[in-house]
C-alpha cells in the first residue's frame, strides 16, 4: 500500500524521504546511492524503501465498503 511511516526495526521516519527516492530512482540513479544521500546507513532502513511495492494505484478504482 503506502509506505510506513518509520522502519519497523529502528524506528527511524522514512515516508518523508520516500518521494524524494522515487524520483531520483526512477531518474536513473543508482538506489543505494540515493540511500546514501538521503541518510539511510541502516540495511533495515534500506529493506523499507528497497523491498516496497506500490499498490495504491491499483487498489484505488476499487469500491470502498
Known amino acids: ?7 519497523f526495526t529502528c524506528g527511524k521516519p522514512i515516508a518523508d524521504k520516500y518521494a524524494k ?7 536513473g540513479k543508482n538506489p543505494s546511492e540515493v540511500l546514501i544521500s538521503l ?3 541502516r ?3 534500506n529493506r523499507m524503501f ?9 487498489i484505488k478504482h476499487y469500491p470502498r465498503f
Open 21 to 27: 527516492f522515487k524520483e531520483e530512482v526512477e531518474s
Open 50 to 58: 528497497l523491498s516496497h511495492v506500490d499498490l495504491f494505484p491499483q
Open 43 to 45: 540495511y533495515c532502513c
Open 1 to 7: 500500500m503506502m509506505i510506513p511511516i518509520r522502519c
Open 39 to 41: 541518510g539511510f546507513d
